[in-house]
């Protein structure tokens, strides 16, 4: 069956964040009077963080089985629970002294076919779960992003629904990875600003949580010098035909790969970071790794024919200049807007008529809604 762990938190203000509401045990003594309606009763007593109520029913109408922990008394937690009218919404609850031997009681692996995630903002909870070698999804509020390790992020508590959707996404496609006879190298293609390296990153991390070791390589490493990639008066074409050295992926990377089991060399780099001379980057990919190899235009030859996988992330025209504006304006770096409808959007749509990626792909994943991603 599939299961969500939730921390009492992600459902229920603490004391301590509303001091006018009341406490935890002034919540757990409360009796109600059958002359007062429910409404009043919730406007007096309820302490449900807002959208907790709507994530609950998500979670039913999915079939979810929520295990909540908590960090007070399990009485006092089912009080708070009651108050709410929501008991019938929690399968069990747990305190912090049994999270560890429950959660390690949940079967999950490449053998199981129900999603199991655990949702929570503390760092000790989050290791707690991936210890039991479950996916996790940290909530991440004031924290900086880029110091979180679970396999998923959200902004904040009321927005645990969308977590829901992007693992359930993502566990599908890890599945089928995972239970795949022989597989050895995945191709995930999609444009730029689709949203490659964040899913690359949660395909790995669900990956991992089942057992089954993998590693990124990126196209964008293995970019042709500038002389070569802006060959011709066509920046469209150029972009398309010349931009990536693709055979060199193939003679250094995927060929070594695929015939000897591994790699370990250090190879010369081009990209935006790199400058004309390159930068050297080791690879190490052992007998027990998948390769996850993420770039555009990647389902033609000469590279679709390496791919025992295919995931292929799209998203609405509209969307990608959006998606450029925005990086525009937050990232400090060289505007990208014009070039990017001017080159690759026109490129994308040349790469789409000719061979059509949705088609060609295992898994064609609209990313138009990056928080709600969709297997198409």
């Known amino acids: 069956m599939k299961t969500i762990i939730l921390d009492q938190k992600t459902l229920f203000y603490t004391s301590s964040e509303e001091r006018e509401r009341h406490t935890v045990k002034q919540v757990g003594q409360v ?5 007062e309606t429910k409404n009043t009763l919730l406007d007096r007593f309820d302490l449900l963080r ?121 566990y ?50 293995f970019k042709n010098p500038i002389e070569v990639s802006y060959a011709g008066e066509d920046i469209v074409e150029a972009y398309y035909f010349h931009a990536f050295n693709c055979n060199k992926l193939i003679d250094e990377i995927l060929e070594p790969f695929r015939v000897d089991g591994y790699i370990d060399k250090t190879l010369i780099y081009f990209s935006e970071e790199s400058g004309p001379v390159g930068r050297e980057r080791h690879y190490q990919i052992s007998k027990k790794d998948i390769l996850v190899v993420e770039g555009v235009h990647m389902f033609r030859e000469p590279l679709i024919d390496y791919f025992d996988i295919k995931i292929y992330l799209f998203m609405e025209a509209q969307e990608a200049k959006h998606r450029a504006l925005v990086r525009d304006l937050y990232s400090g770096n060289s505007p990208i807007a014009d070039e990017y409808e001017m080159k690759q959007l026109p490129a994308q749509k040349m790469y789409s008529a000719r061979y059509a990626p949705i088609d060609l792909a295992d898994f064609a994943v609209d990313n138009s809604q990056y928080r709600r991603p969709v297997i198409v």
């Open 172 to 221: 599908k496609i890890a599945f089928a990875i995972a239970n795949k006879p022989g597989c050895r190298i995945v191709g995930l293609d999609g444009m730029d600003l689709v949203g490659k390296e964040f899913f690359s990153r949660k395909l790995v991390s669900f990956l991992h949580s089942m057992g089954v070791a993998a590693k990124i390589v990126k196209l964008s490493d």
């Open 50 to 170: 807002p959208g907790a109520r709507d994530n609950l029913d998500f979670l039913r109408k999915k079939g979810y089985r929520v295990i909540l922990h908590t960090d007070i008394t399990i009485r006092d937690t089912k009080a708070l629970l009651a108050n709410s009218v929501l008991e019938h919404t929690i399968a069990e609850v747990v305190p912090t002294r049994s999270l560890q031997d429950k959660l390690d009681a949940i079967q999950w692996g490449k053998d199981d076919e129900d999603l199991a995630l655990a949702v929570f903002e503390d760092d000790k909870l989050l290791h707690i779960a991936q210890d039991a070698g479950l996916p996790t999804a940290a909530i991440i509020r004031e924290r900086l992003e880029n110091k979180c390790f679970a396999a998923l992020r959200i902004d904040d508590y009321d927005e645990i629904d969308d977590a829901v959707s992007q693992a359930e996404v993502v």
């Open 31 to 35: 009796f109600i009077s059958e002359n």
